[in-house]
């Protein structure tokens, strides 16, 4: 069936510190890849999106591209700050499910250091 | 900018207890869905919502849990008696017609505690 897995954390990084949460997917068919962002106490906040093979999604310095040959959409940014520290999930919407519902990562704690 | 609105943002209740979590979708998105969130633990999905019907949901979503669209905005997810295992962050989820990218548009979350 079709899954996502990310790699286990925390990830514990200083402040300007580069970052990459990786996240490789099992999907038949095309998905849409999504990173989605929860802050402590709160709901989750779409980060970056892509949709098709070598799209690569960015937002707020944040950066994903979507590899179809190695079934990966790691996320990257070159200079984390304190006010990145949160858990980011890797998300796909199933092609196969005619109801579009998304596939979760079980997410990856960031906690950036000052 | 259109968003999801959920409530209760928080609800504790007792053991054996009927909860109902109430949602707000984007007003002309068609489809709908509920997501919930155990402490700690990934997002799971448990139902979706078409056209008046169920149409699809996961082993989570059993005979204790019923979801309705009481009128044109509302969507609500039912848990007739709650047990403790229960106890999860619930988001709920919609998505227009024309989302080529499936994208979904999540809420805050409605927070169940049961004790």
């Known amino acids: 069936g079709n899954s996502v897995t990310q790699m286990e954390g925390p990830v514990t990084l200083s402040e300007e510190a580069f970052l990459t949460i990786n996240c490789t997917y099992t999907?038949?068919?095309?998905?849409?890849l999504f990173w989605y962002v929860q802050y402590p106490g709160e709901g989750l906040q779409l980060l970056l999106k892509a949709t098709k093979a070598d799209d690569k999604g960015s937002n707020k310095g944040f950066e994903a591209t979507y590899r179809k040959e190695t079934t990966s959409f790691h996320l990257e940014k070159g200079s984390v700050q304190v006010s990145d520290s949160a858990v980011y999930f890797c998300?796909?919407?199933?092609?196969?499910?005619?109801?579009?519902?998304?596939?979760f990562g079980t997410g990856t704690r960031l906690k950036v250091l000052a | 900018e259109p968003e999801v609105t959920q409530t209760p943002s928080h609800q504790v209740t007792q053991m054996g207890q009927e909860v109902i979590l109430r949602c707000v979708p984007i007003s002309n998105h068609l489809y709908f869905y509920w997501y919930r969130q155990i402490l700690g633990q990934k997002v799971e999905f448990l139902v979706s919502f078409y056209n008046n019907e169920i149409s699809e949901k996961s082993e989570i979503f059993d005979d204790q849990f019923s979801v309705e669209r009481p009128d044109g905005s509302n969507f609500t997810l039912k848990i007739r008696s709650t047990k403790l295992e229960d106890s999860a962050m619930y988001f709920c989820a919609s998505r227009g017609r024309n989302s080529g990218t499936g994208e979904l548009f999540f809420g805050e979350g409605s927070r169940l505690t049961v004790l």
């Open positions: 998300a796909l919407s199933d092609p196969t499910s005619g109801t579009y519902k998304y596939i």
């Open positions: 999907a038949t068919g095309y998905p849409s």
